[in-house]
Structure formats: structure tokens, C-alpha cells
């Protein structure tokens, strides 16, 4: 349970990013009305996770989790191109982030 509210509050942060590149600087109401709700909704999802786990591994999970995410959908939605830097800094990340799972 804990593991399915980090990554949706990650998977939160992520998509709230992706409708903030379409928002165009928060000019567009709608773009800008769904980054806010994502945004607090994983807001809340991290609060609700942080309640049974530490402060300090929750954000890094968290925030692990939203770079591997938010490189996906930047590929994958927005066209940006992948590097071996990209992808081997995700890797760093994604390690770190399962050695504070262990």
C-alpha cells in the first residue's frame, strides 16, 4: 500500500508537470485548473504516506520516482529526446531510491 501511494503521488507530480508545459507559463485555464489538482492530490497522497514512513525517505522516493516518470512522459508525450546522460542518471536515481527501500 505504501509503495502504490509514493508512486501515484510521483505519477501525480508528473502528469501535473506535463499539463503545466501546456498550460504555457499558467496562462491557459484548463492546463493550469488540472496541474492544480494534481498537484495537490499528490500532495495529499505523499502526506497520507509520509504518516507511516520518514519524512527524509518519502521525499527522495517521491521525488525518485517523478524523475524516472516525468523522463517517460517527456519521451513519450512531449517528443525529448532520450541520452545515455538521461538514461544514466535515471538509473542513479532509480538505484537510490531502491537502496532506501531495502
Given at each position: 500500500m505504501q509503495t502504490i501511494l509514493l508512486?501515484?503521488?510521483a505519477l501525480?507530480?508528473?502528469v501535473g508537470g506535463?499539463?503545466?508545459k501546456l498550460s504555457q507559463g499558467l496562462t491557459k485555464g484548463g492546463p493550469?485548473?488540472?496541474v492544480m489538482i494534481l498537484f495537490c492530490l499528490g500532495a495529499g497522497l505523499q502526506m497520507y504516506a509520509m504518516r507511516q514512513t520518514e519524512m527524509?525517505?518519502?521525499y527522495i522516493i517521491v521525488?525518485?520516482?517523478e524523475a524516472i516518470t516525468a523522463l517517460s512522459i517527456g519521451a513519450l508525450f512531449l517528443h525529448e529526446g532520450l541520452t545515455m546522460t538521461?538514461?544514466?542518471g535515471v538509473l542513479i536515481?532509480?538505484?537510490?531510491?531502491?537502496v532506501l527501500r531495502g
Open positions: 508512486l501515484s503521488a501525480s507530480y508528473s506535463y499539463y503545466m493550469t485548473s488540472i527524509t525517505a518519502t521525488l525518485g520516482f538521461k538514461l544514466l536515481v532509480a538505484v537510490g531510491v531502491a
